[in-house]
């Protein structure tokens, strides 16, 4: 996905970073280059490009080092650094044949797709909490199998902005909702999304500039927090659930779906709600570890 709106001088370095590996050479051109020369060419293309952010972009080196030294638990070797980046440019290029319907060139794996099923079996609405970290665009393998399934994205109107041109120049048949955040009219949609047993996604590891941070443990440290999420969860007690699309290299990549709050005939307990935030981190954690060169935050998390 593309970042949310950066909230400090170091994230908004970061900001770019992303944007210019993310376009290297033009949008167009790069998704032309994709669908003619096919993904195992267009990999090799782009591992210069990721090997001159990794020489030529001290912040984000430094960034991406600060990260992988917690999660993987040993100082982080320059070669850790370039698979990190490597990884996000693989995820950026495989948004052009997945969001291109070219789902068949993937081996993806689904656990938890119960929990889906068992959603919209009941009618229900779900906050889809997600992260930068993995691929968001993997669960369009959910929709392809399930045209029952209406995701809506819940994001600030410059980030929705930035999103549509970018899904415009992949594939201009693609029309997303997405929810503009900070409007006056976001809370009202949201709840009818839910009400209509949609689930709305939501990015939930970036604070943005008008949500209070709350700082949690993460990867051995205080690290921000949104309190945005749970603020919704709280208010509109939908079912929760966390997402992660996970590359595995090649061309593997899992889904992973867990419930973080439930609701019933009845609205899960205020004390339930108070927890989704705490679990949500805690699954992060879990998920960082496992697939380390998967996040896609290249500025000081823990600042």
Not at 10 to 33: D, I, N, P
Not at 148 to 158: C, G, I, P, Q, T
Not at 194 to 212: I, M, W
Request: hydrophobic content about 45%; charged content about 20%; some cysteine.
């Amino acid at each position: 996905m593309i970042p949310t709106v950066a909230k400090n001088p170091a994230e908004t370095a970061a900001w770019s970073t992303r944007r210019e590996l993310g376009s290297a050479g033009g949008l167009r051109s790069a998704v032309w280059l994709a669908r003619h020369l096919g993904r195992p060419l267009t990999r090799l293309l782009i591992l210069p490009i990721c090997l001159g952010f990794v020489l030529c972009h001290p912040a984000a080196r430094a960034a991406s080092r600060g990260y992988l030294n917690r999660a993987l638990g040993r100082p982080a070797r320059l070669w850790d650094i370039a698979r990190h980046f490597f990884t996000f440019g693989t995820t950026v290029l495989d948004r052009v044949y997945l969001l291109n319907d070219e789902i068949d060139r993937f081996d993806i794996t689904i656990h938890g797709e119960e929990i889906v099923s068992d959603i919209l079996a009941r009618g229900q609405g779900c906050l889809l909490l997600g992260a930068h970290h993995g691929s968001f665009e993997v669960l369009r393998l959910i929709g392809r199998n399930r045209p029952d399934l209406r995701v809506s994205l819940a994001m600030y109107e410059e980030t929705g902005r930035k999103i549509g041109a970018a899904l415009n120049a992949i594939n201009p048949h693609l029309a997303p909702h997405i929810i503009g955040l900070g409007t006056p009219g976001a809370m009202i949609q949201i709840k009818d999304c839910l009400e209509r047993g949609g689930f709305v996604g939501v990015l939930a590891d970036r604070t943005l500039q008008t949500d209070t941070p709350e700082r949690m443990p993460f990867l051995g440290a205080p690290a921000p927090f949104p309190t945005g999420p749970q603020r919704l969860a709280a208010l509109l007690r939908p079912q929760v659930v966390l997402m992660v699309g996970l590359f595995r290299g090649g061309n593997r990549y899992e889904i992973h779906f867990e419930r973080l709050a439930a609701s019933e005939a009845d609205r899960p307990e205020a004390s339930e709600i108070a927890r989704v935030m705490d679990r949500f981190v805690e699954r992060l954690e879990c998920y960082c570890r496992v697939a380390p060169y998967n996040w896609f935050n290249f500025f000081d998390f823990w600042a």
